[in-house]
C-alpha cells in the first residue's frame, strides 16, 4: 500500500469511535487479534506483509487509548457543586465579554483553610472581571503565572438536545473535564513559572492593543482573528457574514498561516545553512503556535511544517497526505477526544481532500487546456481548483455540523486567500515593529519617533487590507438574512465521503486501468455498504437506512425553565409550546438548530397552551425563521386573539374540550381542558389547554401550566403512560388525586437547571416517587426522548443516551 500511514490513522480512529460508542469490547477486540494472527501466520502466500497486524496494532491503540482515557478518574470531578482551593499555572488565556477564559495547569487542591494535596488536573476558569478590551495586555499577563483561588466547582453540560451541542465532549478534547467560577476579588496572581509563554502573551495583549487605538474596530477585530485566531473583538453580524460567505476557516489558524510564515523565514535566512534556517523557522513557528493559543488547526499545520523540514534534511519524499495522517495519528494518542471536534475533522479533511482530489482535478484541467489550446484554463484553473476542491470536500461535514452550505464560497475565497496573503505578512511585521519598539528602549529620541511612524503606517496598510476582506463578506450577510440550512443525515454523510475518496483514490484508477470491473463494482459496493451501517452500528441512527434521520417520535426539549415537545409522526411535524426567555432567542438558538439537524424545515401544527412567554415566545421566534402551517391556541383566546399576534402562520384553529386533532393513523390529540365553563378573563394557567396525545400506541398526557383547582374539574378520562407534569412541578399543580387517577408509569418535569422559582417543589417530586412513578427532570438529564416503542413496551432516555427506562405499557400490565 502506498500511504500505511493514512490506513494506520483511519484505523486508530475507528479504535477510538469502537470504544467511545461501545459497539466492541475488548473480548471482541481479542478474538479479532487471535483470528488476524492465524491468517498472518498460515496464509503466509496470501499476505505476503505484516500490514493486517499493523493496522489491528493500531485500531487497538485507538480502543485501549479511548478505553484508559474514559475509565481515568480526575481528582477534581469529585470537587462538583462544592467549593474548592486550587492553584496552577495558567497555561492559556481568552478574552470573553466582562470574564476571563482560563486554561489552568493545577498541582494543588483541597477545602478553603486547606489542607491542600497535590493533583494533576486541567480545569476552565471563569474569571468575573471588568470589561478587558481596553487593556488586553493586562488580561493576557495571567499567562504563565502561578495562581490561587477559591471558586465553585461544576460539570460542564453535555449535549442538552438531541444533535445538540456537546460542550463537555468539546472540552474533553482539550483535556478538561471541569469548571470553575472564581471573583477577581479571590484571586491571587503569583511569580511567572513560565516566563517564555508569559513574555509572548503580554506581547501579543501590547500588540492588540496599540493597533485597536489605530484601526477601525470591524478592521482590527478581522486582523486579530486573522493573525490569531482570536474573534472576541468581533461583531456577532460580522462573525455571520464570514460563516455565510464561506471565509470563517480564515480565522482558524492553520496552513494558511504557518505555510506564509515558514516562507517569509526561509526567505529573510536564505544565507544561512540550512539546518540553521530550519531551525530558526522551527522556533518562529512554534512561538506563534503559542500566540494562537496552540489550537488544533495550528497543531496540524505546524507539525507538517515540520515533517516537511525533516523530509528535506534527510533526502525523503515528502507527501500532503501522509504527513497529516503522521500528525494526526499523534493527537489521537496523545487525547483520542480530538476525534470529536469538528474544529480538528475539518482541519484534517481539508488536507485530505487536497491531497486525493487535487491531483485528479489539476490533471483534467491541464488536459483541457492542452486540448482546447486556452492557456487562461491552466491560470483559472490553477486558483479555482484549490477552492472547489476544499469546498467540495468540507460541504457535507459543515453542513453537518454548522448547518450550512455557501456556494458563494467558491467565488470569494479566491480573492478572499489572495487578501489574507497581503494580510497576514503585514500584521505579522506590525506585531515585529511592536517587539522591536519594546527592546529599543530609549527614552524620547528619533528611535522611538520612527517606530511609532513605521508602526502608524503599517497600520494603515492593515487596515485598507481589512476593509476590502470585509467587502468581500457582504454575499454573506445577503444569505444570513435566509436562515441556516437542514443537515445532511448522518449516514448519507459517510456514505458521500466513502464515495468521495475512493472515487479519487489510487485503487479505483488502478482497477480501472486493469479493466477488473467485477473488483470494482465489489470494493464499492462494500466500502459504500460499510459507510452506509457505521451510523447505525454506532447507535447515531435508529435505522441502517442512510437516508433516514435519527428523530425520535416524542421529544421533551431542554429550552431552560419552559415547556417544549416536538412530535414526529411520517411527514406531520409538531410542537407542544416553545419555551421562551426574557433574555434568549430561544427560537434561534435551540429551536431552529434542532429541528434543522433533523431535516425539519416547517412546522405543520404549533399548539400553544397559553400565552405565557416561556410557552409562547419560542414558536414566536421560531416562526419568524421557519414557517408555521396551523396555530392551535384555547377556545378562550378567541376573545383576544392579539395575544398571538408575533407569531407568524398561515391560519388559527381554536380548541377545548371534547375536541380531537388527529394527524394520520397513529397520530391523535385529544383536548381535556379548557372546557365551556373557562372564560376569556379568566387566568392564563386556568385557560391552558391539556392534551392527551396519543403516538404509536403510548398515551402522553400534556398538562401546560394547569393548577390543582383545573386538574380536580377535569372529567374526562386521563389515563396514561407518561406524564409532563403542569407548570414545571410546581407546587400549585399536580395533586395527588389526580396522579392516582392519570396512573402514568413514567413523569417528565420540564423545568431549567437552577432556576429562580425553586421548581420543580420537593412535594411534586415525592408524591410521584412514592407514587412509584419514575421522574425524568430537563434540568438533571436534559432532553428526554421516546426512541422506541414495542408491542408491550417503550423506551425513554435523554439526549447523551446515558440514562434509559425501558417501560411497560399500560394495557400489558
Known amino acids: 500500500m502506498r500511504r500505511p500511514l493514512t490506513a494506520f490513522c483511519f484505523a486508530e480512529a475507528f479504535g477510538i469511535l469502537a470504544a467511545y460508542y461501545g459497539f466492541i469490547d475488548y473480548r471482541h477486540l481479542c478474538l479479532l487479534g487471535a483470528g488476524v494472527f492465524i491468517v498472518q501466520k498460515y496464509r503466509a502466500a496470501l499476505l505476503r506483509s505484516a500490514f493486517p497486524l499493523a493496522m489491528l496494532a493500531f485500531f487497538a491503540c485507538g480502543y485501549l487509548g479511548m478505553s484508559h482515557h474514559m475509565d481515568t478518574e480526575d481528582g477534581l470531578c469529585a470537587w462538583d457543586g462544592r467549593v474548592a482551593h486550587l492553584s496552577g499555572i495558567v497555561q492559556k488565556v481568552e478574552i470573553k465579554e466582562h470574564a476571563l477564559a482560563l486554561t489552568l495547569r493545577v498541582d494543588r487542591c483541597g477545602p478553603p483553610g486547606g489542607p491542600y494535596e497535590p493533583l494533576r488536573s486541567k480545569t476552565l476558569v471563569q474569571l468575573d472581571a471588568a470589561d478587558t478590551s481596553e487593556d488586553r495586555s493586562a488580561a493576557y499577563d495571567m499567562a504563565g503565572r502561578r495562581i490561587s483561588f477559591e471558586g465553585r466547582m461544576s460539570l460542564p453540560s453535555g449535549r442538552r438536545n438531541p444533535g445538540g451541542f456537546d460542550y463537555a465532549l468539546y472540552l474533553r478534547s482539550k483535556g478538561i473535564r471541569t469548571l470553575c467560577r472564581v471573583s477577581r476579588y479571590r484571586l491571587d496572581a503569583g511569580e511567572v513559572r513560565r516566563p517564555v509563554m508569559h513574555a509572548l502573551a503580554v506581547q501579543k495583549g501590547r500588540f492588540l492593543d496599540l493597533a485597536a487605538a489605530r484601526m477601525d474596530p470591524d478592521r482590527f477585530s478581522l486582523m486579530a482573528g486573522l493573525l490569531f485566531g482570536e474573534k472576541s473583538a468581533m461583531a456577532d453580524d460580522i462573525s455571520e457574514a464570514f460563516r455565510y460567505s464561506g471565509m470563517s476557516h480564515l480565522f482558524a489558524v492553520s496552513g494558511l498561516h504557518v505555510g506564509l510564515l515558514y516562507g517569509v523565514v526561509l526567505t529573510c535566512v536564505k544565507r544561512r545553512s540550512r539546518s540553521a534556517a530550519y531551525g530558526i523557522a522551527s522556533a518562529c513557528i512554534i512561538a506563534y503556535a503559542a500566540l494562537a493559543n496552540f489550537s488544533v488547526s495550528v497543531l496540524r499545520a505546524a507539525g507538517m511544517a515540520g515533517l516537511s523540514m525533516l523530509a528535506v534534511l534527510f533526502r525523503r519524499r515528502y507527501d500532503l497526505t501522509s504527513a497529516a495522517s503522521a500528525v494526526s495519528v499523534l493527537l489521537m494518542t496523545a487525547n483520542p477526544f480530538h476525534v470529536f471536534d469538528a474544529g480538528f475533522q475539518l482541519s484534517f479533511l481539508a488536507v485530505y481532500s487536497m491531497g486525493v482530489a487535487l491531483p485528479f482535478v489539476d490533471l483534467k484541467i491541464r488536459e483541457l487546456a492542452d486540448r482546447r489550446k486556452k492557456e487562461w484554463i491552466r491560470k483559472a484553473g490553477s486558483v479555482l481548483a484549490p477552492c472547489a476542491v476544499v469546498q467540495a470536500g468540507m460541504a457535507p461535514l459543515t453542513a453537518f455540523h454548522f448547518l450550512m452550505f455557501s456556494p458563494v464560497g467558491l467565488f470569494v475565497n479566491p480573492p478572499a486567500l489572495f487578501l489574507a496573503g497581503l494580510m497576514l505578512p503585514s500584521g505579522l511585521l506590525l506585531f515585529l515593529i511592536s517587539v522591536f519598539s519594546d527592546i529599543v528602549t530609549v527614552r524620547a529620541g528619533a528611535e522611538t519617533a520612527v517606530f511609532e511612524g513605521l508602526f502608524a503606517a503599517t497600520a494603515g496598510t492593515v487596515d485598507a487590507l481589512a476593509s476590502l476582506l ?344
Open 470 to 813: 470585509l467587502a468581500l463578506s457582504a454575499p454573506g450577510r445577503i444569505f444570513s438574512e435566509t436562515g441556516l440550512r437542514p443537515a445532511p443525515p448522518i449516514g448519507l454523510v459517510a456514505v458521500f465521503y466513502a464515495g468521495f475518496f475512493f472515487y479519487f483514490s489510487e485503487m479505483r484508477h488502478i482497477l480501472i486501468r486493469r479493466k477488473k470491473h467485477a473488483a470494482l463494482a465489489a470494493v464499492t459496493a462494500a466500502g459504500l455498504l460499510s459507510a452506509a451501517l457505521l451510523p447505525y452500528a454506532a447507535g447515531l441512527s435508529d435505522s441502517p437506512l442512510p437516508w433516514k434521520y435519527n428523530a425520535p417520535p416524542v421529544v421533551f426539549l431542554d429550552v431552560g425553565q419552559g415547556d417544549c415537545i416536538h412530535i414526529r409522526s411520517g411527514p406531520y411535524n409538531i410542537l407542544v409550546d416553545g419555551g421562551g426567555h426574557y433574555y434568549t432567542d430561544v427560537g434561534r438558538t435551540i429551536l431552529e438548530p434542532y429541528l434543522l439537524k433533523h431535516g425539519i424545515t416547517r412546522i405543520d401544527l404549533a399548539f400553544v397552551t397559553h400565552a405565557d412567554l416561556d410557552h409562547k415566545k419560542g414558536v414566536e421566534e421560531l416562526s419568524a425563521r421557519m414557517p408555521v402551517d396551523v396555530l392551535a391556541v384555547p377556545e378562550p383566546y378567541r376573545f383576544n386573539p392579539d395575544r398571538f399576534d408575533a407569531i407568524r402562520r398561515s391560519r388559527t384553529v381554536y380548541l377545548s374540550a371534547g375536541q380531537t386533532v388527529a394527524l394520520g393513523e397513529d397520530v391523535s390529540f385529544r383536548v381535556l381542558w379548557p372546557d365551556a365553563s373557562v372564560t376569556a378573563s379568566a387566568g392564563e394557567n386556568s385557560k391552558s389547554l391539556v392534551l392527551l396525545l396519543s403516538i404509536e400506541g403510548v398515551d402522553v398526557l400534556l398538562t401546560g401550566d394547569v393548577e390543582r383547582a383545573e386538574e380536580m374539574r377535569m372529567t374526562a378520562g386521563y389515563r396514561c403512560d407518561i406524564l409532563k407534569v403542569a407548570h414545571h412541578g410546581s407546587n400549585g399543580s399536580t395533586g395527588p388525586e389526580f396522579v392516582a387517577r392519570a396512573a402514568p408509569a413514567y413523569a417528565v418535569i420540564s423545568c431549567g437547571r437552577s432556576n429562580a422559582y425553586g421548581h420543580p417543589a420537593p412535594r411534586v417530586v415525592e408524591l410521584l416517587e412514592n407514587s412509584g412513578i419514575m421522574v425524568g427532570r430537563t434540568d438533571l438529564h436534559g432532553a428526554l426522548c421516546l426512541r422506541s416503542a414495542a408491542v408491550d413496551s417503550y423506551v425513554l432516555e435523554n439526549a447523551r443516551r446515558e440514562v434509559r427506562w425501558i417501560i411497560r405499557k399500560k394495557e400489558a400490565q
